[in-house]
T-cell receptor, first 110, second 114 residues
């Protein structure tokens, strides 16, 4: 079983739409959670950390449900520049390794 | 450029040759991670190193692959006797002492095995 599972998409949405991505992780001992963004043929970059209480950064909201081992990312008012692959990332307490999901591809259309 | 530097950006090798990929972490970072990404797939953890120490190599194939991070100089991922299946993008990331949660990635080294 994979450590982190994501719906690969693609999600094709019009500008201004709200879109949500989900991610599940298998290890209940996982401690830290993140969303990274990867543009085509580029390196991943941190989008935001995910905190137990949920957190928001502008148009982006991340939620964590430890009981269900589930992480979500909500993007409001999608922009063309949001088109990318979004990677769910999970790490144990000692940060020895960061487990990446395969990513969910988002295409925002004009 | 204060970012993570990887070289070469592109490397072409014939089957059986050796590939050496180098990674210089960000200034002040002493932790390096190597990941492999196959086309249309996610990043697969390979190895986690600190200066002069391999902390976790559970993602490294048992044969042909090795990694080091010497006291001086860049971290090196070495692939001996490459095969076509080794063709991938190899990303290096560095982080400050564990706990920050953020990995800073280099632009990757794209290996093509003919």
């Amino acid at each position: 079983r994979k450590e982190v599972e994501q719906d690969p998409g693609p999600f094709n949405v019009p500008e201004g739409a709200t879109v949500a991505f989900n991610c599940t992780y298998s290890n209940s001992a996982s401690q830290s959670f993140f969303w990274y963004r990867q543009d085509c043929r580029k390196e991943p970059k941190l989008l935001m950390s995910v905190y137990s209480s949920g957190n928001e950064d502008g148009r982006f909201t991340a939620q964590l449900n430890r009981a269900s081992q589930y992480i979500s990312l909500l993007i409001r008012d999608s922009k063309l520049s949001d088109s990318a692959t979004y990677l769910c990332v999970v790490t144990p307490y000692n940060f020895n390794k960061f487990y990446f999901g395969s990513g969910t591809k988002l295409n925002v259309k004009p | 450029n204060a970012g993570v530097m990887q070289n070469p950006r592109h490397l072409v090798r014939r089957r059986g040759q050796e590939a050496r990929l180098r990674c210089s972490p960000m200034k002040g970072h002493s932790h390096v991670y190597w990941y492999r990404q196959l086309p249309e797939e996610g990043l697969k953890f390979m190895v986690y190193l600190q200066k002069e120490n391999i902390i976790d190599e559970s993602g490294m194939p048992k044969e042909r692959f090795s990694a080091e991070f010497p006291k001086e100089g860049p971290s090196i991922l070495r692939i001996q006797q490459v095969v076509r299946g080794d063709s991938a993008a190899y990303f290096c990331a560095s982080s400050p002492p564990p706990g920050s949660g953020e990995l800073f990635f280099g632009e990757g080294s794209r290996l093509t095995v003919l």
